[in-house]
């Protein structure tokens, strides 16, 4: 599973990249979480506010910092 975030060095970006990986090792999923800032790959999933959580391509949420619980949703629904 492939779970990007999206975002510059802001400090949302870092709590979401924080949170994510926390979230993916209690979870035990085979997963990897890459933070992305460059603008021209956020662009090209259509999102215009940061941060953003990516996973398996798809947008789960943008422009605010979801909760742990959130999180875990939007992986259990792509395993």
Excluded: F
Excluded at 63 to 78: A, L, M, N, S
Aim: proline share 3%.
């Amino acid at each position: 599973m492939k779970i990007e975030i999206l975002g510059s060095c802001c400090s949302n970006c870092e709590k979401l990249q924080r949170s994510t990986e926390e979230v993916v090792k209690e979870m035990s999923v085979a997963a990897t979480v890459e933070k992305v800032s460059d603008m021209q790959k956020i662009m090209g999933y259509g999102v215009m506010r940061t941060p953003a959580i990516v996973v398996n391509g798809k947008v789960k949420a943008m422009g605010r910092v979801p909760g742990k619980d959130e999180i875990k949703k939007y992986i259990q629904d792509e395993v």
